[in-house]
């Protein structure tokens, strides 16, 4: 039994010694077209690339944005409109109605004997394109029966779009005239209130060029029903998101994809370890860290278009997404903490290497005949000397016994130490 000191370095490869025999000359591997200083050049233009449109694509969502000044107007279009559907008295001054504040009747007219009766009726809606964080306007009458004796009061008309009650409601005058109702369409901050989960299911389904048509209904009751509906001919267009604007968006993430990939594959920033071979990264890739990464990246293009979007950012982020993002996290600094950066040494250290070919190595060895060679065994190498070469003993011995005072102090060998004693004294 022989033994290596400071401490064991054993291992075993197929890699052959530079024989006498002509090699030939092997083939020259193809070049990786993302490895290399120009591909690293190429990810730091990516990179700006798709920062830029990233850039741009805010831009153009903050510059689609209706403006507060628009908002205004859709209500003084809509007097407009229901002033020159019927004959009309004296014009009088109106202001727009908001939800927080009783509506204004428009300019004067005659309301019709429906209208008495206090029989609600849509008359108008506008603008015919909206979207979260913009303004609707109904033209209205018949929100209460003409009276003669008690004054005038406010009555809640809730809004309906596509036969769904919404949490918009807006105060109306009780009289039968025509008047203007503005509703705002503020976009939800939380994604967890029941004004988020109510534009959640209006704009979770099919969209046509990233836009949904809405039917306007209304109601004065608490029913959950519309008391009275728009005709289909005014139906208004609520503009989801804008196919120019996500398809910058979507292009500026696969380019920022492509540009990390790039550097990934130049950098020791997802790999098990820092080894390079002439300045190119060799380790291979961390799973860990390549999860880590991609989930990381998926979780912020989802906030970034929700919020966007919908205008959702808080409670977004749910504790399952989260949980999610510390599994991935956690195992990607594991894998840090574990890793061992240090290249492998036997420098310093008695190493038994075994050189062989895989392809032609047989045991001829048997019970029998328990000292026959294997063939196949180029070299073997025992505490750093050459003993074999090529089917030679070269005459070195650098084995060293293992003796019993020696197992008892190596703590790797106590153990069997102790059983060998316990075997002895059986």
């Known amino acids: 039994m022989t033994t290596n000191e400071p401490g064991p370095a054993t291992s075993t490869t197929n890699a052959s010694l530079p024989t006498n025999q002509p090699s030939q000359p092997p083939d020259s591997p193809r070049p990786n077209p993302i490895v290399g200083p120009k591909a690293m050049k190429w990810a730091c233009g990516l990179t700006g690339v798709g920062a830029g449109l990233l850039l741009l694509t805010l831009i153009l969502a903050a510059n689609e944005s209706i403006s507060q000044n628009s908002n205004d107007r859709c209500s003084t279009i809509l007097e407009r409109q229901a002033a020159s559907a019927a004959p009309t008295s004296p014009a009088a001054p109106t202001t727009p109605a908001t939800p927080s504040a009783p509506a204004t ?19 108008e809606t506008g603008p015919e394109q909206v979207q979260l964080g913009s303004r609707l306007c109904v033209a209205v009458a018949g929100v209460a029966a003409k009276s003669t004796t008690n004054p005038p009061s406010t009555v809640p008309v809730t809004l309906f779009l596509n036969d769904q009650r919404s949490p918009l409601v807006a105060q109306a005058l009780a009289i ?50 519309p008391e009275v509906s728009a005709a289909p001919e005014k139906q208004i267009t ?20 492509v540009a990390f990939v790039m550097f990934a594959a130049n950098t020791t920033i997802l790999r098990d370890n820092d080894s390079k071979d002439g300045g190119v990264p060799v380790g291979t890739f961390s799973l860990g860290k390549t999860q880590m990464a991609l989930w990381l990246a998926l979780v912020t293009a989802g906030f970034i278009f929700l919020w966007l979007t919908l205008g959702l950012y808080l409670h977004l982020i749910t504790a399952g997404i ?8 956690a195992t990607g600094l594991a894998a840090v903490a574990i890793d061992n950066t240090s290249t492998a040494k036997t420098q310093g250290f008695f190493a038994d290497i075994t050189i ?39 005459g070195q011995k650098a084995g060293r016994p293992l003796r019993g005072s020696r197992l008892n102090s190596n703590p790797e060998f106590s153990f069997l130490h102790q059983r060998v004693q316990r075997w002895r004294d059986v």
């Open 322 to 329: 989260l949980v999610l993002l510390g599994i991935n996290g």
């Open 238 to 257: 609520l503009i989801v998101f804008r196919p120019l604007i996500l398809a910058l968006g979507g292009l500026s993430l696969v380019v920022l994809i």
């Open 356 to 394: 062989f070919d895989p392809a032609t190595i047989v045991d001829h060895a048997t019970y029998a005949e328990p000292s026959k060679l294997s063939d196949g065994v180029h070299y073997v190498f025992v505490n750093g000397q050459l003993e074999y070469d090529r089917g030679t003993l070269t």
């Open 176 to 225: 039968p005239d025509r008047q203007v109702l503005t509703y705002d369409l503020a976009q939800p901050t939380d994604a967890n209130s029941d004004p988020a989960k109510f534009w959640r299911g209006i704009v979770g389904g099919k969209t046509h060029h990233g836009a949904v048509s809405l039917t306007v209904g209304l109601s004065r009751t608490n029913s959950t029903t």
């Open 105 to 123: 009747p428009a300019a004067p007219t005659v309301p019709n004997e429906k209208d008495n009766l206090g029989q609600l009726r849509i008359i």
